[in-house]
Nanobody, 126 residues
């Protein structure tokens, strides 16, 4: 069973930065698609960034130019570097993985992601 544990969430002021981490443990499946999602109170969970098997990255329009997804395979860790944070970025952030197959046509679509972490809270104040 794959286990994902996020960390790095915090309360920051608008314009600040955070780096989220997602450590993967358990059985080593072939993970071809890794993503970061977020969910604010009263809203649906939305895709933020995804990384495919060729290290190609996809970003939501709202975070392009501000967020960067990356991975350290040696540490089994996925990162999300978040800069120029806005109040609207406040949410619970989750990492997720698809194993055994490639990213879907829309890598930010949460359907198909089989493994999820418990989330880490990001709060941005004005």
């Amino acid at each position: 069973q794959l286990q994902l544990v996020e960390s790095g969430g915090d309360s920051v002021q608008a314009g600040g930065s955070l780096r989220l981490s997602c450590v993967v443990s358990g059985y080593t499946y072939s993970s071809y698609c890794k993503g970061w999602f977020r969910q604010a109170p009263g809203k649906e969970r939305e895709g933020v960034a995804a990384l495919d098997s060729d290290d190609g990255a996809t970003y939501a329009e709202s975070v392009k130019g501000r967020f960067t997804i990356s991975e350290d395979r040696a540490k089994n860790t996925l990162y999300l570097e978040m800069n120029s944070l806005q109040v609207e970025d406040s949410a619970m952030y989750y990492c997720a993985r698809i194993v055994g197959r490639y990213c879907p046509e829309d890598p930010l679509d949460r359907e198909g992601y089989q493994f999820w972490g418990q989330g880490t809270q990001v709060t941005v104040s004005s």
